[in-house]
């Protein structure tokens, strides 16, 4: 089968989230189960192909073909969206220019995909330029086209000024197409203009259907019916697995847990946090935004740093990056605050903590809690979206911590439970043992993206 996968980010080139991991990930597990699969992103500043032609670059890799569309003027930047003072104002532009491009570049290496696969507003163009402005090229005649939705938050909202530079007709500017309360919405024009659309986890696909998380699009949703359909993420052991991490102080697999204390005392020197292995070592690498519950871990974080330490890896808005580093100044010995990325410390951080945090007002999915299980680190988890398919409470027979309030309290109540059981050492080590061999592989879920695939193509 013929697929391409369309991505604003994908990991190892470029990476801001988990959409990178996904993008990366998946297709190299679509192509092990036999599909000839081509990934489309932006030629970012940084990025070096194998090979580079006039408008697009091209590297293989783990058998898939990526392919970079090349314009210094959108892509050769610093951010990937933007600063974190907002978003760049000509992204409308940038992206629907790297959407009409994958199409010619495909007409160009003479390609023909049975499946278009594009992820979240960034890539939605591609499903609707196919739609409205190449639907008669035999190349494309018996495509079928889906949007995977990471994050329906996301929706690549733009003024209707905007409008003309889609290049397509005015008559798409309407409440049935890709008007939003008078602006520009991409996503929307995605959903309505593909032929199926996947979330990221069962849980979620229930969820942007109601209008507690379909961000005004629950409506539209509701429409595609049976079409919205809910696959599970999953992470890439091959990058994934302390057994192998050599960005990891000292590796440890399920059968050398008791190594995983020499990354926590390493991480403590590194940091500059009080070398200790009795203190409950939190951690976080995430979007520094609300979504992912930094208001109510703000709310509660005086007494958490005045109980536990807590290490933070990311970067996203400026008044939290603002509030934290404040945090950062008054709590030198309790509190690493890392406002970038980094992969290495990434790594380094997973393998060294006690427990992960991840008080999400809403996730998608989620893929800190699958690779937590993987380096023995304990999630605590707001019950929401994949988190909630993902981490059911210890209480449950499940390992992780679970709070079904969203509020500071309820997450410094599930905090104290989680030390509680963190000074029963033999009963800690029950858990880590367990949740270690917890299997949340790309095989499966390729699988049954193909499904879908196969699905459409028939």
Not at 167 to 173: A, E, L, M, V
Request: aromatic content about 14%.
């Amino acid at each position: 089968m013929n697929v391409v996968f369309c991505s604003s980010e994908v990991f190892p080139f470029a990476k801001t989230g988990g959409l990178a991991d996904v993008s990366g990930a998946l297709p190299q597990a679509l192509a092990r189960k036999g599909c000839t699969v081509k990934v489309f992103q932006p030629l970012y500043k940084n990025i070096k192909p194998e090979k580079l032609y006039d408008d697009y670059g091209l590297t293989r890799l783990g058998g898939v073909d990526f392919y970079f569309i090349k314009n210094d003027e959108y892509y050769l930047r610093e951010g990937i969206y933007g600063t974190p003072k907002g978003d760049y104002p000509d992204n409308l532009e940038r992206f629907s220019f790297f959407s009409k491009q994958v199409l010619e570049v495909l007409k160009k290496i003479n390609f023909s995909p049975q499946i278009i696969n594009c992820n979240d507003w960034q890539t939605s163009m591609v499903n609707i330029y196919l739609k409205l402005l190449y639907s008669k090229e035999p190349l494309f005649a018996k495509t079928k086209t889906i949007l995977t939705i990471h994050n329906l938050a996301y929706q690549g909202l733009f003024v209707r000024e905007k409008y003309p530079y889609l290049g397509i007709s005015k008559q798409y500017f309407t409440p049935q197409y890709l008007e939003f309360y008078d602006k520009v919405s991409l996503l929307k024009g995605g959903i309505i203009f593909s032929d199926l659309v996947t979330t990221v986890s069962p849980t979620y696909a229930r969820e942007i259907k109601t209008p507690a998380f379909g961000c005004g699009l629950e409506g539209v949703l509701k429409e595609k019916g049976k079409d919205v359909v809910g696959i599970l993420n999953a992470i890439d052991y091959d990058v994934w697995d302390p057994a192998k991490d050599d960005y990891l102080y000292k590796r440890y697999s399920p059968n050398n847990l008791a190594d995983k204390a020499v990354n926590k005392t390493a991480l403590q020197k590194e940091l500059g946090l009080k070398v200790d292995q009795e203190a409950f070592l939190l951690s976080m690498v995430s979007r520094l935004a609300e979504q992912k519950g930094l208001d109510i871990l703000s709310e509660g974080l005086d007494e958490i740093l005045g109980k536990y330490q807590v290490v933070i890896l990311g970067f996203g808005e400026e008044c939290y990056h603002t509030m934290l580093g404040a945090k950062a100044d008054k709590f030198k010995d309790s509190f690493s605050l890392n406002l970038k990325f980094d992969e290495s410390l990434a790594h380094k951080i997973y393998g060294a903590s006690d427990a992960f945090l991840m008080p999400s007002r809403f996730e998608p999915c989620g893929l800190s809690q699958m690779i937590s299980y993987k380096y023995a680190t304990v999630p605590i988890a707001n019950h929401t979206g994949g988190l909630a398919d993902t981490v059911i409470d210890v209480a449950g027979g499940g390992g992780g911590f679970v709070f079904n309030n969203y509020s500071a309290s309820d997450l410094l109540l599930t905090l104290e439970r989680a030390q509680s059981l963190f000074k029963n050492k033999s009963q800690w080590q029950e858990i880590l043992e367990k949740i270690v061999n917890y299997n949340f592989s790309w095989e499966v879920a390729a699988g049954h993206y193909l499904d879908v695939y196969k699905s459409l193509s028939t």
